[in-house]
């Protein structure tokens, strides 16, 4: 009967599972050999029982031995079966991992490592995946493009109803051209009323995006005839859930809002909410009227191209529409339009910039994470060599050796990784919070497995390579140097290719804390600018007064009252109201001239904002009136309209505040309406912190009745929420029929328009810390390693009277070479890179000396002392104990 | 992993495992034995310098049957009892030429190394 494993799979299945026959076979081979003993015994003269006793004695433990063979025996009928390679491996694993948990120090270093540039990297991919990287939620998006119009100052602009249809008609390159806008408006059934989104836009819209209704039917194009929108609706989700409880059957139902009824046809899909700014509760059809005014410019275009269209064919194909219109509409005159790129309009150039700042971060991060790690294996395989080249030959195979490395790298590779994962899982859902509503599509971030398999794969790679590089040495070298110098030639020979990597590092962590640097100072500078107004201890609520509901008469009056009563409510120190809320990124813009030195074309006249404003705005944001006066309960229009304009308009038009006050401004065209200067405020800054303040005229609302106005109460401290309590009351008692408004701090929104340079910087500046440390990590280490390395060498000068402190300098000395060649090289590599950064610097330059001066001084600290604690380390070496310990 | 040195004598030396295996392999070229008379065999042809211990044969045998080297069949022996009797596979002879070389160059490392080294405890 053979029995050898690895022959027939039967026979091995059959020693898998038989272990009781197996353990009687082992049994009869050790009696077998007790029992030729003591034949050899009792050959020589010893008497059977004797002998029996002796030869038991000689055999040992039996049952132990049996033990041992009989699992030996096992496993090798287990890998007999086809799962050798596995439980060989499983053997290597286990021995890696009483490696790593033999050095709990390098695996704590090597862990913490790879879960810092692991997670970041990963938690930022991510992010930018989601943010930059994804494409847009609609079908072929790379042919969808914005088209937005230009004025005569070149100023981007929305577009009037006859221009997108002129648009539609006449343009060649596209296949379709889209047009919408939304406004707040309010439901009054089904429910309580509430604020809801409207938008419009035309029939056509859904299809040209690639997209189709969740339920029921997209508009037909005969419910979206030139003035004459069928009552028609499509709603939201949110408001399809929280309405309709996600009825199924809500199709046909109907919806009053401010005093109109709507049908249902159907819900709208997922995506919408990038294209408007802002969800939609509620869509109609926009009906654009061909001749509606010109100068009306409030829609949103968008358009998709014909397939390989080119966006310069498309831009010049537009460029023939604009001239046409521009030569033949007296409101179009000196007017142009341009289109982009549908995602940058979006998702704004800006953040596409900052998310491929923060991805080259991201992976300069991962690169030093790594290169750290393979530092930190190269310096612990010199001390190994030793023992491989022992038990090189001892008889281990290479394959058996190498394997066994390679299972021992890649363990502190997936470890590290599966730390870094949880890390990234941790950090992201803070990233999101931080980024707040202003980043688009921040929210849709998940961790994306593309970037998990990336960085599994790029770690495993760099920590297998420089887990493998004893072997070379055992392969190259005769395993008796390996034994006799103890490791110490192998050592040196790798200590440049270590001092290298330290070098790399110290140069990407410059690179990276230049950029925190730059982007630090601009968003100090950013958040120091003079808005204008002081938004502290300051509420705004919405009221919204749609056409609808509310005659134009009606409006001013019901503010008035609003107003009057806020006024009594308690802790209310200051009420005004605004048609344009602050920093909600919403604008009003027109031209205007002075009218003693009109200029003949409406191109000439000066771009501004404006805003409707009640008695007390000023006061209430904390505008200074510098010349004449604020407006009165009198400036209503009746004997001829009256503004107010801010200093840099003053400036601009008239020479100064006081040269403006009693002045006419011409609104609009040369044939506009005069307008009579009364007062000149203080300069503003609400829309952009990064923009200059706006040249602004201010109209009362009770010469231009707005249908939303932003009431702005300045509270005594600390009595906000008794204030906003009242505050809605006194909305409720003025007007029932209106929705109740949120009431908001303005602070919040100041923070808003923070929130995307912060969240920028917050995350850059956290990989700058993170790549500092890990550079400090590298530097420190290769110190420590050195100062072990020549423990005999410093024990000799020592014994032969060097002094200590000189020990240590020279050997700081050593290490700050390396720290100053990387901080060169990287100095020399931030000056082209950090090029990159100057669209996202706010008047900052991007080679501010204080900041560079700053970025060489932390390194250089940080690496002095680096270098320093563990060299301290041999001057406390006892001479005598060096010199014994070889 | 060390060589035990006997006490002050250079009579016996206990067996390390690649050692043993290599000499197990050796035994086997001659033709199969079971496994006290590989004991007996490497005592033998190595003038009782070499001792091997049966908690570390067994053991080396059971190995070498799993790695494929040996092969092993139920017999009669010599003085007509029944015993298992391993012999040598192709991988087993394989094996066995390379350990030998590998062998030589351990001895010779060894020996240098031996050469090279201050003597006692520097």
Redesign the interface.
């Known amino acids: ?7 027939d799979p039967q026979e091995a299945l059959r020693g898998l599972l038989g272990r009781r026959r197996l353990a009687r ?2 049994e ?3 009696e ?2 007790i ?3 003591v ?2 015994l009792v050959a020589e003269g010893i008497d059977a029982a004797e002998a029996r006793r002796r030869a038991e004695a ?4 039996r049952t132990r ?1 049996g033990r ?2 009989l699992a ?2 096992r ?2 009928a287990a ?1 007999s079966t086809g799962s050798r390679l596995w439980s060989g491996l499983a053997r290597d694993a286990r021995w890696a991992w009483r490696q790593l948990r033999r050095s709990p120090g390098f695996t704590g270093i090597v862990g913490a490592t790879l879960m810092l540039g692991v997670g970041a990297s990963v938690a930022i991919f991510s992010v930018v995946r989601a943010v930059v990287l994804d494409p847009l939620p609609y079908d072929r998006p790379d042919d969808l493009v914005s088209i937005r119009m230009l004025t005569p100052a070149a100023d981007l602009f929305s577009t009037s109803e006859p221009a997108f249809l002129d648009w539609r008609e006449r343009l060649e390159t596209t296949v379709d051209v889209a047009a919408l806008a939304s406004r707040t408006e309010t439901l009054r059934a089904p429910g309580e009323p509430r604020a809801v989104v409207r938008g419009h836009a035309n029939a056509g819209f859904l299809e040209l995006l690639g997209l189709e209704p969740r339920l029921g039917r997209s508009f037909a194009p005969a419910e979206d005839r030139p003035r004459e929108p069928a009552p028609v609706a499509l709603l939201g989700r949110d408001l399809w859930v929280e309405r309709f409880g996600a009825d199924g059957s809500v199709v046909g139902r109907t919806l009053d809002i401010d005093g109109r009824s709507f049908e249902v046809i159907g819900v709208l899909p997922e995506g919408l909410d990038l294209l408007f700014g802002r969800d939609v509760d509620v869509l109609t059809p926009l009906a654009a009227d061909p001749g509606m005014d010109r100068g009306e410019h409030y829609l949103d275009v968008v358009a998709r191209l014909a397939p390989g269209v080119t966006l310069d064919r498309a831009r010049n194909d537009l460029q023939r529409v604009a001239a046409w219109q521009s030569a033949t509409f007296e409101e179009d005159r000196g007017w142009s339009a341009t289109l982009e790129p549908l995602e940058e309009t979006l998702l704004g150039t800006q953040t596409i910039r900052a998310g491929w700042v923060l991805l080259a971060a991201a992976a300069l991060l991962l690169f030093m994470a790594c290169l750290n790690v393979s530092n930190l294996l190269l310096a612990r395989a010199t001390t190994r060599q030793s023992e491989i080249g ?1 038990r090189t ?4 195979g290479r394959w058996p050796l190498i394997r066994q490395l390679c299972v021992e790298s890649a363990a502190i590779g997936v470890l590290g990784t599966a730390l870094g994962l949880s890390f990234a899982a941790t950090v992201l859902p803070l990233v999101q919070r931080l980024g707040g509503e202003r980043i688009p599509r921040l929210d849709q971030a998940s961790l994306d497995p593309a970037a998990v398999a990336v960085a599994l794969l790029v770690v495993v790679v760099v920590t297998g390579a420089a887990g493998l590089a004893p072997t070379l040495g055992v392969r190259s070298g ?3 140097r390996a ?2 110098g103890s490791g110490r030639n192998a050592m040196a020979r790798g200590g440049g290719l270590r001092r290298a990597l330290v070098a790399v590092q110290v140069a990407a962590s410059v690179v990276l804390l230049l950029g925190t640097g730059l982007l630090f100072r601009s968003f100090v500078r950013l958040s120091q600018v003079d808005t204008g107004f002081d938004p502290s201890g300051t509420l705004t609520l919405t009221l919204s007064m749609p056409d609808a509901a509310y005659d134009w008469t009606e409006r001013g009056p019901l503010v008035e009252e609003i107003l009057r009563r806020g006024r009594e409510v308690p802790g209310v120190e200051v009420l005004g109201a605004t048609a344009v809320d602050p920093f909600s990124g919403y604008a009003l813009a027109n031209f205007v001239a002075d009218a003693e030195r009109l200029p003949d074309r409406a191109e000439e006249f000066t771009p501004i904002q404006w805003r409707v404003v009640t008695p007390g705005l000023f006061e209430a944001m904390s505008l200074a009136v510098v010349a004449g006066r604020d407006f009165t309960a009198g400036d209503d229009g009746r004997d001829g309209m009256r503004v107010v304009i801010d200093e840099r308009l003053a400036e601009d038009l008239f020479g100064g505040p006081t040269d403006a006050i009693g002045r006419d401004l011409v609104w609009g065209d040369p044939d506009g309406s005069r307008m009579r200067v009364v007062g000149v405020v203080e300069p503003l800054r609400d829309v952009e912190l990064s923009q200059l303040p706006g040249r602004i005229v201010y109209r009362t609302h009770l010469s231009i009745p707005w249908a939303s106005m932003h009431l702005v109460a300045r509270v005594a401290p600390g009595s906000e929420p008794r204030a906003a309590a009242g505050l809605r009351e006194a909305v409720r008692a003025a007007a029932p029929g209106l929705a109740v408004p949120e009431v908001r701090s303005l602070e919040a929104n100041v923070r808003r328009a923070l929130a995307e340079p912060r969240f920028n910087l917050l995350l850059l500046s956290s990989f700058a810390a993170v790549g500092l440390v890990l550079a400090i990590v590298g530097l420190s280490g290769l110190t420590a390693f050195e100062v072990r390395r020549r423990f005999r060498e410093i024990g000799i000068r020592m014994s032969l009277g060097a002094e200590p402190e000189s020990l240590v300098r020279a050997f700081v000395a050593r290490r700050l070479g390396v720290a100053v060649f990387g901080l060169v090289a990287g100095l020399a590599l931030a000056i082209p890179s950090v090029r990159a950064l100057d669209a996202l610097l706010f008047e900052t330059s991007s080679y501010e000396p204080l900041t560079w001066a700053l970025v060489v001084a932390i390194v250089g600290a940080t690496t002095t002392v680096a270098a320093w604690l563990p060299a301290r380390r041999a001057a406390r070496v006892d001479p005598r104990e060096v010199l014994s310990a ?1 | ?1 060390v060589f035990r040195m006997g006490s002050g004598s250079m009579t016996r030396m206990d067996l ?4 043993l ?2 000499l197990v392999l050796r035994t086997l070229a001659g033709g199969a034995l ?4 590989i004991a ?1 065999t490497i005592k033998g042809l190595s003038d009782d310098v070499l001792q091997v ?3 570390a044969l ?2 080396a045998l ?2 070498l ?2 790695r ?1 080297w040996v ?4 017999g009669r ?1 010599e ?1 007509n ?4 009797f391993y012999s040598l ?1 192709p991988a087993g002879q394989a094996a066995l030429e390379d ?1 030998a070389r ?2 030589d ?2 001895s ?3 020996g ?2 031996l050469a ?2 201050p003597r006692g405890n ?1």
């Open positions: 009967m053979t029995d050898r494993p690895g022959g076979d082992i009869e081979e050790f077998a050999h029992a030729h003993r034949d050899d000689e055999f040992g433990d031995l041992a063979s030996q025996r496993s090798d890998r022992l030959v001892l008889g281990a005769a395993p008796a034994l006799r070889e | 992993m390390i495992q690649g050692t295996d290599v079971h496994g006290y008379a007996r211990e049966e908690g067994y053991p059971h190995r049957q799993g494929g092969e092993s069949e139920w022996s003085s009892r029944r015993a298992k596979t350990q590998s062998w160059r351990y010779e490392a060894v240098r190394v090279d080294a520097g």
